[in-house]
């Protein structure tokens, strides 16, 4: 596809579970970020990889979340032992580079904890 | 202070009307400005990027006042399908987008 995937659209799961989001970022990007929404809330940022490495992780809201990415493509963002204020729309986008160009939007992925 | 901040509104207009909406950001070492578009339940798409000359791109006009850090956008000739959240957004220093929490605008027939 042309667009940034994410994936699940949406996920449900009890609090306490692990989560694993997904990534694929748009061909021949190398700058992959990630966000949350919270209801009622800005976007937040999460992580940014440029390739496969994560400079900064200092943005990630507690230890139980982590983010990696592969091959300079697809990248994870697990959360373990979710809670309920972890509830969020999770958004990546990428970029052609980490400088002044534009982001583009996945549709996110919708995470509801029971 | 908050890095980016906007009137949450909502501001709500009839067709064919103009409206601004303003944002402040805190951080003077910034470079890079850009106005984003939000549906309901969908993602920010970028609606235009704001240059130091100020720029316009059919009926909207966004313009940047470095010395009072303020960035405007002006939306001229409002159409139903403009109803959605702008979000004003600073570019920070890893690359990453930091979000105002968006004004809502509604337009009316």
């Known amino acids: 596809g042309a667009g940034v995937s994410q994936s699940p659209s949406n996920k449900v799961t009890e609090k306490g579970k692990d989560v694993e989001l997904r990534c694929d970022p748009i061909?021949?990007?190398?700058?992959l970020y990630w966000y949350r929404q919270s209801l009622g809330q800005g976007l937040e940022f999460l992580i940014y990889?440029?390739?496969?490495?994560?400079?900064?992780k200092s943005g990630l809201p507690s230890d139980r979340f982590s983010a990696e990415r592969t091959g300079g493509s697809v990248s994870t963002l697990t959360i373990q032992r979710t809670q309920q204020e972890d509830s969020a729309v999770y958004l990546c986008?990428?970029?052609?580079?980490?400088?002044?160009?534009?982001?583009?939007f996945g549709d996110g992925t919708r995470l509801s904890i029971l | 202070r908050k890095e980016v901040e906007q009137d949450p509104g909502p501001f709500n207009v009839p067709e064919g009307a103009t409206v601004a909406f303003n944002c402040t950001y805190s951080?003077?070492?910034?470079?890079?400005f850009f106005w984003y578009r939000q549906d309901c339940r969908k993602e920010p798409k970028l609606l235009m990027s704001?240059?130091?000359s100020g720029n316009e791109d059919g009926r909207f006009t966004a313009q940047l006042n470095r010395a009072s850090q303020y960035i405007s956008l002006l939306i001229r000739d409002s159409k139903l399908s403009d109803s959605a959240t702008y979000l004003c957004?600073?570019?920070?220093?890893?690359?990453?987008?930091?979000f105002g929490k968006g004004t809502k605008l509604s337009v009316k027939p």
């Open positions: 704001v240059y130091s």
């Open positions: 951080n003077s070492a910034s470079q890079s």
């Open positions: 986008a990428s970029s052609y580079d980490r400088g002044n160009q534009p982001q583009h």
């Open positions: 990889f440029q390739g496969n490495s994560a400079p900064d």
């Open positions: 957004v600073v570019q920070g220093s890893q690359g990453n987008l930091i």
């Open positions: 061909s021949g990007h190398t700058a």
